[in-house]
């Protein structure tokens, strides 16, 4: 069963230059488990899937299903809570606080559940990545890596479905991308997530396990394996 699935998506907004149609009837799913890239050149409609997969808008036409449970008319309050308990972002600017910790930035996204301690999480997680020394650094004290790092630990500290991945190389230089993609595609394994991402670095296709290629807002291919 996929974990989220996207069917007939139409996305229309209002512009500046009249009514744009940015998807035009798509169809998209994800496994627990499976690494999807998403590629196509800059205006294709990427992003606006993207945010369509993290519950950050809703379609115009179509539905959109998470954990086989239709969300298309869920509030807002309703999505909001679906993306806090379902759903992890990494971004390539990394977004972290820089007057906070490594480990505060990790912990950050729980904080408003004050139901359960994450602090041992954050600190596993951080381990994991490859940052147990880093705990109570601040993001001026890291590398763009070391960054990234944190970022990914971030998105996994509610114990996501789903992690969105928007450029997640996008500012790191060539061997620190190749350590970052190896990083994600350990931890999909061992957190049995599925991993939606976005991007335009070709080197991201050699550790993918799903390719999808958009223009002009239609799917225009879908590799598998």
């Known amino acids: ?21 940015a998807l035009k009837g798509i169809d998209f799913r994800a496994e627990r ?29 179509g ?18 809570e679906e ?3 379902g759903i992890g972002f990494v971004f390539q600017d990394y977004h972290l606080l820089p007057m906070l910790t490594a480990t505060e930035n990790v912990e950050l996204p729980s904080m408003w559940d004050t139901s359960v301690d994450r ?6 997680l951080l381990g994991r990545v490859g940052l147990g020394d880093r705990l109570d650094h601040t993001p001026g004290e890291l590398s763009g890596g070391q960054k ?5 630990a971030r998105s996994l500290i509610n114990e996501p479905d789903i992690l969105l991945a928007d450029e997640p190389t996008g500012n790191l230089d060539q061997d620190t991308g190749e350590t970052i993609l190896e990083e994600l595609i350990r931890l999909k394994e061992d957190e049995n997530v599925a991993i939606v991402a976005v991007t335009h670095d070709d080197q991201m296709l050699d550790y993918t396990d799903t390719t999808v290629r958009i223009i002009d807002g239609v799917i225009q291919e879908v590799t598998r394996g």
């Not at 800059?42 to 519950?55: E, F, Q, R, V």
């Open 63 to 80: 539905s959109v299903r998470l954990d086989d449970r239709d969300v298309t008319d869920f509030s807002v309050d309703e999505l909001t």
């Open 119 to 124: 602090r041992d999480r954050a600190v596993d």
């Open 33 to 61: 488990g499976e690494m999807v890239t998403v590629i196509g050149p800059s205006g294709s409609g990427k992003s606006t899937m993207l945010n369509l997969i993290g519950l950050l808008d809703t379609p115009t036409e």
């Open 148 to 152: 990234q790092r944190v970022a990914i």
């Open 83 to 85: 993306r806090r308990t």
């Open 1 to 21: 069963m996929s974990v989220i699935e996207l069917s007939d998506i139409v996305k229309r907004y209002q512009s500046g230059e009249g009514l744009i149609e």
